[in-house]
């Protein structure tokens, strides 16, 4: 049996709601209901039948008579009006779609991209059931645990340099766990950033090419934030912010945090400082000078010591007879 998730908004009118949430978050202490129906231009009925809606997804709004409506305290989700509030981006995240539940963002993203999606919107999943990681793996998403988004993309550059998308979602997501938890992380070669060793977020960059430009990207970043070790059973190699701070990590502000560094280094990229790029990540790099065993996805092994990255972003390896060899995809572990 086939299970279709309604997605987008659990709400009946979000535009409406997502500025009522505005008012209360940039209020300073109480808003009186007359001053937002008439911003709004709507009945003070129409604002308190959605200021009810909005308690039921878990806001709680304290309403008083003759003072009106004072926000308490805000749901543990991310919602586009709560991240929008105060987001400091040019490009990433301007538009937001919010899924309570889906099988995938970064299919969502897919979807919308096919349709014409502008550069820059960001897809968000409270929980997906078929979250995809890497070569056919599962992407464990729980429900309000993690953070699970994917970002269109539509950049003009060779398709070979693909992998620089790879690399500035990489040091965004590390740079802002770092910021929001005071954990230091580290990245891996390709796609991983890593906490004491363990994964902490994974990135899944998906591409739609014509003839030899990028039609659009989708770039999926998953971040295990406040997953439990009972969330993570059987996954040996993998870890949470949660877990290692020993204390809950703001789902809102790490999101917050990582789109805007996001959209400062996918400026960088844009602008052709590839090797910028490459510094950047070199400072956070866990790779760098380990000896690792590179396996391609046809299943060939090299071993040696990583020396650093090409202009295309690939990982060059020294191997034991003197020779480099360039990797390309597939994964590595450090030995
Ligand atoms: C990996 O490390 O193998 C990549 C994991 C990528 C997971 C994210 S979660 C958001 C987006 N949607 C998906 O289905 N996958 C990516």
Redesign the pocket.
Same mark, same amino acid.
């Given at each position: 049996m086939q299970t279709h998730y309604r997605v987008h908004t659990e709400r009946a009118d979000q535009p409406a709601e997502d500025k009522i949430i505005h008012h209360l978050i940039n209020a300073q202490g109480y808003v009186s209901g007359e001053e937002i129906a008439q911003e709004l231009r709507m009945s003070r009925t129409a604002i308190w039948n959605h200021v009810n809606n909005l308690k039921k997804i878990g806001f709680r709004i304290e309403s008083r008579p003759h003072l009106g409506y004072q926000l308490v305290a805000i749901p543990d989700r991310l919602l586009p009006a709560l991240i929008l509030n105060s987001l400091k981006t040019k490009l990433i995240g301007r538009k937001i779609f919010h899924y309570p539940r889906t099988t995938? =963002?970064?299919?969502e993203a897919e979807k919308l991209a096919r349709m014409g999606e502008h550069e820059g919107a960001v897809i968000i999943a409270e929980e997906?059931t078929s979250?995809? #990681? &890497?070569v056919g &793996?599962v992407?464990h998403?729980p429900k309000g645990k993690g953070i699970? %988004? =994917?970002v269109i993309l539509r950049p003009q550059m060779p398709p070979a340099r693909i992998s620089f998308l790879t690399l500035c979602s990489a040091i965004s997501a590390a740079g802002a766990i770092h910021r929001c938890s005071g954990l230091r992380a580290f990245v891996k070669w390709p796609?991983?950033v890593l906490l004491s060793g363990k994964k902490a977020c #994974?990135? %899944?960059t998906e591409l739609a090419t014509e003839a030899d430009r990028i039609n659009y990207a989708i770039v #999926?970043? #998953?971040i295990n934030v406040n997953q439990e070790i009972s969330d993570l059973a059987g996954l040996t190699m993998a870890t949470s912010l949660k877990i290692e701070k020993r204390g809950e990590v703001s789902r809102l502000e790490l999101t917050k945090s990582f789109l805007e560094s996001l959209d400062s280094n996918y400026a960088l990229l844009l602008h052709e400082h590839y090797g910028e790029i490459i510094d950047r990540w070199l400072q956070v790099s866990e790779t760098i000078g380990k000896r690792i065993l590179a396996e391609s996805l046809s299943g060939e092994k090299w071993e040696g010591v990583a020396t650093g990255l090409d202009e295309d972003g690939c990982l060059l390896l020294r191997l034991d007879n003197g020779m480099t060899k360039r990797i390309t995809g597939g994964d590595v572990s450090i030995l």
């Open positions: 995938s =963002s970064n299919d997906q979250g995809k #990681g &890497r &793996r992407w998403s699970y %988004l =994917s796609n991983d #994974g990135i %899944l #999926g970043v #998953g």
